[in-house]
């Protein structure tokens, strides 16, 4: 078999990503250097709009590339299914599979996904390439339920010498996803339905002007009214004056045409960002300004749209009414929804399974009101129509016969106390037993009686549980403009007569009264009648209805005095709940009438609608390509969070959506940028945001100042170095209680650098380092911790992190007995990037360099030390060689030395409780560097 390419992948007119990604042979993806010198350093600025697409283009082909290249060098790790069946679709390359789902999930490919297809699974890269061996690459269309649609590279014909034992094997190894790259590949084509250029347009050079013109808009009126209310409206959330001002001037321009169309927010850590554009998203809500929301990744959206979601149900009039205003979206498998309190209530999936079940025509809301309208009304059909037929069932809820014959037959007990006079039966023969005995026709109408109110109070409850659910299902799922206020109050109003009204049914409140004129003689049975004059009565009801029960003439002798029983009819009525009934009527039959909704039959329709109407929507920046369809209500406001660390060729996507004039930019390009995989495109600009490049072009970005998470201890440096003193601590950091002690010593102050010289760098996992002396004296520093929180039961959280991988992996196998002993205690190891936008009481960093050359590789790159030495709250404690940092010239050779001036310079080797353990790696290293000599030593003899 020809193992020369993958496939040519050509289509008719416009190539694709996955053209290009197809056309690559094997040793294409396996060159780094395929194209060097082929990608042009992005430039800041652009003369057109067409030219600033074109420029991002090489870049994202040399970043798939670089992504493909890491994968495949990863290959023996990579997950991998077999394939069971398979069959072409047509004369194309086109293939619908069926996989194997019965390893526990070993692997299930989604749309995206790139695979390989291979006859075994690789256990290394040289697997792929060797004679004989199929093998090609395919890419995932669709997928549901075990059942995956290809996209080939080229024909699937299985090779015979490829057959074990007779039998066919075939497997799918996931190499990398490609969905987000295929978006922005579709932007950069100007291949989005309906895209607009009107931002973009705005972005392509240096002007002057950009974003210092964001006063209000003189020729708008109504803009001194949209401040006032937002104003109140964000007063509950406390916002200090830098949060209120971008608050209230974002506001002032969401309707003006005369400022620039971005606008950036400047956000440094523990600034509040996250906290003020959930203030600007509530008033943008009030307002009905319909906006969404985007961030690079899945954490970053679900984050801020939790705050949003706080805020909103703090504010409800009613339960959940407005909810429908606001919708997440995006692959649930990867969000994870549910470990977020509120977003299920907003996420879009979650939503239309609702609705689809509540707008069915057969069982949604429509045909539970009109039921229950019906029963109400005529609660008699309703049982003749059932024709209960089956035995009364024992229902303790249920009047008893012994008080139903009290009630309604006052002679009844008197003929009783008789019977048990003459008869001398004394306690022997109880009233209900009597009554079987010698009045069986009150027993039968007992029995007609309790077997239809058994059968009216199942069928309410049953009727009623589906028609609540459906009426919160309506005015908290679905967009305002679809149920109005007036529509909410009144299902509200609804929602709590029936509870009322179910409540009343099964306290028994009935009572008996006549329905005809009764034949009156003397010693006849009179029932207990009461004043029903006046008053309205229908048929046997839950609240107040009536049961029609026709009497068969009966003779009986309850005494010597002999009683005639004339025929009559008797109705059975809630009478003193008549009110609530006629007024639950009322209201029920108004909702019918005036919850007017189009038809929605299908799950796209539904999700459409809801997707139209809201006013708040959020996502993830590539995921905004869902919002490109024909007859999209437009967008006119785009507020992307975390923008710095978004490639700008991502932010065209929701900047190019159809009506949108203005967005907002909030980020800190001082933070870590995108990941990028490719050195070639990384060093060609890919990673740089829009919001950078802005900066860089002399863009006014308005500034969260005011810094919440950090002891005044700990912000001095980074509030130097990387904010030219800008930042100011706020009253709560300042606080004296903020100085939390957690270990005895200087050491354990609010901020220290802990040297440990005597460490080693060397090689772990992979290609990445790690030092085991740093590793142990963590794994000390966090066991003291765990034992002051066994004394004092403090709630704290920890933070480790360190820029290696494999220093990371040691760390978390050192104190893994610490990451789940107490929810109150929690320690989380992960890398510098991993630690982006988080923060813990106390942070300690492994910067594991030590080398006699002052090397620290990637550990200079000043953004990610930002990121380090700012996820403390109280205490901040840096473990490293001081010697090798100094050495460096780097941004760490300042945090030595301004450690060094202000006395929070320790040496480890100072600390009594760290020096025994700092000596067991190193016993270990000295005794593995005796074995490697003493086997060298034995190989030379």
């Not at 594991?848 to 996820?871: D, H, K």
Request: aromatic letters at 8%; a neutral charge.
């Amino acid at each position: 078999m020809e193992r020369t390419s993958y496939g040519k992948g050509k289509k008719k007119g416009r190539t694709s990503l996955v053209d290009i990604v197809f056309s690559w042979t094997f040793s294409d993806a396996l060159n780094q250097n395929l194209y060097k010198d082929k990608v042009p350093k992005i430039p800041l600025t652009f003369l057109s709009a067409t030219e600033y697409m074109k420029s991002f283009i090489p870049s994202l082909i040399e970043e798939t590339h670089g992504d493909l290249f890491s994968s495949l060098k990863g290959i023996s790790q990579a997950p991998n299914c077999e394939i069971l069946t398979y069959e072409r679709m047509g004369k194309g390359l086109l293939y619908q599979m069926t996989f194997d789902e019965s390893h526990g999930g070993r692997y299930e490919p989604v749309s995206g996904d790139l695979i390989a297809l291979t006859d075994g699974r690789p256990t290394g890269i040289e697997d792929l390439n060797k004679p004989g061996r199929f093998y090609h690459i395919a890419y995932v269309q669709w997928s549901e339920s075990g059942q995956i649609t290809i996209l080939s590279s080229k024909s699937i014909e299985i090779d015979p010498g490829m057959r074990n034992n007779n039998v066919q094997r075939l497997y799918a190894v996931y190499l990398i996803n490609l969905t987000t790259n295929i978006r922005i590949w579709k932007a950069l084509h100007s291949q989005l339905e309906g895209a607009n250029l009107n931002i973009i347009g705005k972005v392509l050079q240096s002007d002057k002007l950009i974003g210092k013109s964001s006063h209000i808009c003189p020729s708008l009126e109504h803009y001194n009214t949209d401040i006032y209310i937002t104003t109140n409206m964000i007063r509950s959330q406390n916002l200090n004056e830098s949060q209120k001002e971008i608050v209230l001037s974002t506001v002032a321009i969401r309707k003006c045409h005369h400022n620039h169309p971005i606008k950036l927010v400047w956000g440094p850590p523990g600034t509040g960002k996250t906290k003020t554009v959930a203030s600007l998203l509530f008033a943008l809500l009030k307002l009905k300004t319909r906006t969404l929301t985007c961030a690079p990744t899945n954490t970053a959206v679900l984050e801020v749209a939790a705050r949003l979601c706080g805020i909103v149900k703090d504010q409800l009039q009613f339960d959940a009414y407005g909810l429908g205003d606001i919708v997440l979206f995006g692959n649930n498998s990867r969000m994870k929804v549910d470990d977020y309190w509120g977003l299920p209530d907003i996420f879009l999936d979650y939503r239309v399974d609702m609705l689809e079940h509540c707008l069915s025509p057969l069982t949604g809301w429509k045909r539970n009101l009109e039921s229950m309208i019906s029963l109400l009304e005529n609660p008699r059909e309703h049982y003749l129509l059932f024709n209960l037929n089956a035995e009364h069932e024992e229902d303790n809820d249920l009047m008893s016969l012994e008080e139903f014959a009290k009630l309604n037959y006052n002679n009844v007990e008197q003929a009783y106390l008789s019977y048990k006079h003459l008869e001398d039966k004394g306690d022997h023969v109880t009233l209900e037993q009597f009554v079987k005995m010698r009045y069986s026709y009150i027993n039968d109408q007992y029995l007609s009686f309790v077997d239809e109110v058994h059968f009216i109070k199942r069928r309410f409850s049953f009727i009623c549980v589906n028609l609540k659910s459906d009426l919160q299902t309506l005015y908290s799922q679905l967009p305002t403009s679809l149920v109005p206020f007036e529509v909410a109050q009144n299902i509200c109003a609804a929602l709590n007569l029936l509870e009322d009204l179910g409540n009343s049914l099964h306290q028994n409140e009935f009572i008996e009264i006549p329905t005809k004129n009764v034949e009156e003689k003397s010693n006849v049975i009179q029932p207990q009648v009461p004043n029903v004059k006046g008053e309205k009565w229908g048929l046997f009801a839950i609240c107040t209805g009536i049961i029609q029960i026709s009497l068969k003439p009966i003779i009986r002798w309850l005494d010597p005095v002999e009683t005639h029983i004339p025929t009559k009819d008797v109705a059975f009525c809630f009478g003193k709940l008549s009110i609530k009934r006629d007024e639950c009527l009322s209201i029920l039959r108004s909702l019918s009438q005036s919850i007017s909704l189009p038809q929605l039959e299908r799950r796209s329709q539904i999700m459409d609608i809801c997707l139209k109407k809201a006013c708040l929507i959020f996502c993830t920046a590539s995921g905004s390509t869902k919002l490109f369809t024909e007859g999209m209500t437009p967008i006119p406001f785009i507020v992307i969070d975390e923008a710095a660390q978004l490639t700008e060729c991502e932010s065209t996507i929701p900047l190019q959506l159809p009506g949108a004039r203005h967005a907002v930019l909030i980020g800190d390009e001082r933070q870590l940028p995108a990941m990028v995989m490719s050195k070639i495109s990384d060093e060609a600009g890919f990673g740089r945001s829009m919001f950078e490049r802005l900066v860089l072009l002399g863009f006014m970005k308005h500034m969260l100042y005011i810094q919440f998470r950090m002891h005044p201890s700990i912000s001095v440096f980074p509030n130097r170095e990387f904010y030219e003193g800008q930042l100011v601590d706020g009253m709560n950091v300042r606080d004296s209680s903020y100085s939390a002690c957690f270990l005895e010593g200087k050491m354990y102050s609010s901020y220290s650098f802990i040297n440990i010289a005597q460490g080693q760098e060397q090689f772990g996992h992979g290609h990445s380092l790690k030092n085991m002396v740093e590793v142990a004296a963590i794994s000390e520093i966090i066991k003291g911790l765990h034992k002051e929180f066994l004394s004092k039961r403090r709630k704290l959280s920890i933070g480790v992190m360190s820029p290696y991988k494999a220093q990371v992996h040691e760390i978390q196998e050192k104190v893994k007995q610490y990451m789940e002993s107490d929810p109150s205690f929690s320690v989380s190891v992960r890398s510098v990037d991993g630690f982006q936008g988080g923060e813990e009481d106390i942070i300690m960093i492994s910067t594991v360099r030590s080398n006699g050359r002052g090397n620290v590789g990637f550990l200079s790159n000043r953004q990610r030390a930002n990121v380090a030495l700012t996820r403390a709250r109280h205490c901040l404690w840096i473990l490293g060689n001081a010697e090798t940092l100094e050495k460096s010239g780097s941004i760490w050779r300042k945090v030595v030395n301004d450690a060094k001036q202000r006395g929070c310079f320790h040496n480890a080797n100072d600390d009594k409780v760290l020096l025994r353990p700092l000596k067991i790696p190193l016993l270990e290293r000295d005794l593995a560097d005796k074995s490697k000599h003493l086997n060298r030593s034995v190989y030379v003899l």
